[in-house]
Structures are given as C-alpha cells and as structure tokens.
C-alpha cells in the first residue's frame, strides 16, 4: 500500500520508517532542498555546519533511542555527564552544576538539588521540595491538569518563591518552549520534571557526533529507500486535492515551476508544521471542528546563533544554562560533538529566547546583543588587551517553531486519526506526551504509522489477511 507523507522533519521520516517496517511503501514529499525540517543543518564555505536550532537528546527519550538502535547508529549519540549547569550571572566567569549521582531515582535528583548550595538555599530547597514532590506523587493525571495554569501561577499556588523561578525556573522554561514561566503552561514544566525525577538517566543529555541532516535524518532516509520507500526534496505539496466525498484524491506537489505534478497514494500523512497544515486547509475541510481546532494552535518564534571565536572561551562538554536575559541554553561545539570539535578555537552554539520582540531585528542588532549577553557572562575573554576576537558567525530565525506551549493548548492539539478516512496527520504538535521535542516529533510519526496499520488491520480482519503491529518504546524497555 503506497502512502503520501508531506514533509521531511522528524515526524515525517519517523512515519515512513515505520510504514516501510509494516510493509507499506512511503514516498516522503519534503519542500526544501534539506531534510529534517527543524532539525536542518547546512554547511558554510568553509565546510562549517550551523543548525535551526542547538538540539540535545535525553535519556528520557524512549523511542528517539529505540530508533537510533533500530538504525544501528547508538554510537552517534555522545552520552554527556549527568549533571546541568548553569552560568551564575552574580558571579560572572563561574557556573553551579546539580551533579546527578550514580543512585537510583529519585534520589540521584533528591541529592542533585541538595548537594547544590550556589543557587539554592537551604529554605529554598525545602520551598522547592513541599511544592513539587507531593505535585509529582500525585501522577500525570494531576499533571495533566495543571495545563490551565501558567507555570508562574503554579509555583505561587505552591508557596514558591520568586527567587526559585527567577533562578532555575526562567531557563528551564526557555529551554523547554522558548518562552518564560510567565507564558509556559505548567504541564509542560510538570511533565518534563516528573521525567527527570522519576528516571535515573532521564535528564541525561546526549549531543549528535555531527549535523542531524546527515548523522540521523540521512540514516533514515537510507532505510526507507532500501525497503522501496522514496524520499523527495524540493517536492513542495501545494494543494490537497479532494474528491467529491471530501477524502483525498492526490497531493499536488509544485517544485518545477513550470508544471505541477500530483502524487497519488492509497492513503495520505500531513507531517508539515501546524501553521503550514492551516494554511493548506482545503475549503470542504474547514467546517470540522476537527480541524478548526488547529487555530488554536501557532508555532512559537525563536533564534539559533553560532559563533566562532579565534579561542577557547570554555572547556565544558556539556549543555549550559545561560540564566540570562536574552539567551537560552548554549554549547561550544567544539568540545560537544565530535565533526565540530577543535581543540583551540570555541564555537558557541546558543539559543536566543524569548524572541518575539527580537525575530523581525536585523542580524547585526542580534548579534550586538548577544555580544553584551556574552560579555557578562564571561568578563574575563571580553576584557583587557588581547580580547576574544569573533571570527565569524551565522544566524538562523524561525518565525514559527514548535507550538507555543501556553496554557489551555493540550485541547487544540490533534489526533494521527482525523475524520478524513484516507488522511492522517504527524509533528510534534499532535497529541502525544513528549510535546514539542524530537521525542515527540519520532512517536508521532510512530503513532500516525500504527493507526494506519490498525485501520487495515481492521479491514484486513473483514477479508481475514494476516498484518504486522508496531508499539511505542516505553522507559522500562530502552532507559
Ligand atoms: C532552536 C530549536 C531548538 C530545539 N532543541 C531541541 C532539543 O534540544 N531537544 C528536542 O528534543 N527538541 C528540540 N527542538 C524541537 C524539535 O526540533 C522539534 O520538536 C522537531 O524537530 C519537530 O519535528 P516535526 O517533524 O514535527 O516538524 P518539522 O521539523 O517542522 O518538520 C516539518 C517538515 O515539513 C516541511 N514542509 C513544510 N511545508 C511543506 C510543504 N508545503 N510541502 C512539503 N513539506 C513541507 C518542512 O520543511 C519540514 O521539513 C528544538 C527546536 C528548535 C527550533
């Protein structure tokens, strides 16, 4: 059975790679010249790769690394030491870490928090322990329905303090979704914090040895390809065509601008982002309130910078919380993953959030901002007589990410099954539990694959044909 997937992200090629392990035959329809939507990485002049966004894998990532091992790549994923860090604005030049010891959860966390002392008091730890341990033995049910609150009214609601937040919460946050705790609904916090809490490794990164373009999204496209699956780039779908019962008849794909070409399948995926799947609504769809739902739903801007220094500004293998204003997590490069590693000269990978205010600036305003953010940060290679010189850098905005992950947005967010009977859905933005993440951009794909397959299975019972079955990764079987 042949199915049509638009779009080459995560998700997309997630879904083929499942199909083709069903038995189906995928053709991946991608607009851009480069795979892996907001996972793309392009190479400079220079044989430098800069990214859409800085991405780190955790072990909390269940079917992200049953795919690596499906894919027999496990070594590409550069297991990091199991501790976060944060630069200390109060302290510039210097970092606090939680250290996770070799213990199981959730004591390692427990001892992470407690053995911490920069950022933390001890009255703040105990704050922190009465408002979040009972939140987490409640389970995710009660997780699930914090998604009315922001993440600030939450902490209040605990008897948090301001300090917390402004101290640990702020980057968590931003990390996350890109926004602040002001903004980002308290599910979003909650789940991710039960994640850490309850697995060993789950807060453990993992950085890729090279670009995701081609050390994961290339891997995948091969394993599609050598089971009959296809993948195009350059295939941009312009219009889902219809028949007259409303279900699709074929995917007009634009590309060569003289002539458009219809693609047509037993059956069809949308894996495009949310903003692009509204805009490409057919008029016959828009009075299902399946899919007016969808309004609810828009992608949250945000900015990935890359800057190569004549030197090393720091020698951490690992991610970094940068606690400050205008910037989100960060890594050098070069000492994170091995294709970009050089022993003399830093390359600071750095997420610049939030950006709404910052997406439409000129890259020389953000660059200058991000400069006196850096200077603060490290006051000892911006100062003095031989400063750290900036050699070059490269700037990436994406107007719409992921969804932005405010209160209230779990109803908007859509099944794999829509009401089409030939068409399905995939992204990180339909309703799976890891949000917007790879994680949950690889189980959508997963999960848009196993409806497909239920529903011939289905059919298959009527005509009593044998099929295959396929089930999401759990902790318990790959942590
Ligand atoms: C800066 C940044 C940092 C991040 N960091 C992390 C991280 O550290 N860890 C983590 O787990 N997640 C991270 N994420 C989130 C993660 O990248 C996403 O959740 C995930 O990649 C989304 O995959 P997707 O397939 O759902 O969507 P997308 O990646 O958006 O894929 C959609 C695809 O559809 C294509 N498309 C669009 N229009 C058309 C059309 N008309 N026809 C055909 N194709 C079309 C697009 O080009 C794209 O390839 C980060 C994201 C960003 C932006």
């Known amino acids: 059975m042949r199915v049509a997937i638009a779009g080459a992200g995560l998700a997309g090629l997630s879904c083929a790679k499942y199909l083709t392990d069903l038995g189906y035959t995928p053709i991946v329809l991608e607009s851009r010249d480069v795979l892996g939507g907001l996972v793309a990485a392009w190479k400079d002049n220079d044989g430098d790769w800069y990214e859409t966004g800085l991405h780190v894998f955790f072990g909390a990532y269940p079917n992200m690394l049953q795919l690596f091992k499906e894919l027999k790549i496990e070594d590409r994923l550069q297991w990091k030491q199991h501790t976060m860090i944060f630069n200390q604005p109060d302290k510039p030049g210097t970092y606090s870490r939680f250290d996770f010891p070799n213990l199981p959860a959730p004591l390692n966390g427990i001892m992470a928090i407690l053995r911490n002392n920069d950022m933390l008091s001890w009255g703040e730890k105990i704050e922190l322990a009465k408002g979040l341990v009972p939140a987490m033995l409640r389970g995710q049910k009660y997780v699930d329905s914090t998604d009315k609150y922001t993440f600030s009214e939450w902490l209040k609601q605990q008897g948090v303090g301001d300090d917390v937040e402004q101290g640990i919460f702020i980057a968590a946050a931003k990390s996350l979704n890109f926004i602040d705790p002001s903004e980002i609904s308290a599910l979003v916090l909650l789940t991710a914090l039960s994640r850490f809490l309850q697995q060993k490794n789950g807060s453990q990164v993992a950085f890729l040895d090279g670009s995701p373009t081609e050390r994961l999204c290339q891997p995948m496209v091969d394993y599609i390809t050598a089971r009959g699956g296809e993948v195009r780039t350059k295939a941009p779908l312009k219009e889902i065509l219809l028949n007259e019962d409303g279900s699709v008849r074929g995917f007009s794909i634009g590309g060569n601008e003289s002539s458009n070409e219809v693609v047509t399948a037993d059956l069809y995926v949308s894996a495009m982002p949310v903003d692009i799947m509204k805009v490409m609504l057919p008029a016959a769809w828009k009075q299902k309130e399946f899919f007016q739902k969808l309004d609810g739903l828009e992608g949250v801007p945000v900015i990935n910078i890359h800057l190569w220094f004549d030197r090393k500004l720091t020698d951490i293998d690992n991610l970094l919380f940068s606690r400050s204003k205008l910037l989100s997590v960060y890594a050098d490069m070069s000492n994170t993953c091995k294709e970009y590693a050089n022993p003399d000269r830093s390359m600071l990978e750095l997420v610049f959030a939030p950006a709404k205010d910052w997406i439409n600036k000129s890259e020389e305003e953000i660059l200058k901002a991000t400069l006196v953010e850096l200077e603060t940060l490290f006051p000892q290679h911006f ?16 107007p719409r990410s992921v969804y932005t992950a405010t209160p209230g947005r779990q109803k908007y967010r859509p099944t794999q099954v829509t009401p089409i009977s030939n068409f399905y ?8 539990p890891f949000l917007g993440s790879m994680e949950g951009a690889v189980l959508s794909g997963k999960l848009t694959a196993q409806a497909i397959n239920a529903q011939a299975h289905l059919e298959a019972n009527a005509s009593s044909k044998p099929t295959q079955t396929l089930q999401p990764a759990t902790n318990a079987a790959t942590a």
């Open 383 to 398: 100062v003095g007589e031989n400063p750290a010189k900036l050699l070059k850098y490269k700037i990436v905005k994406t």
């Open 425 to 432: 859905l995939a992204g990180s933005y339909t309703m799976q």
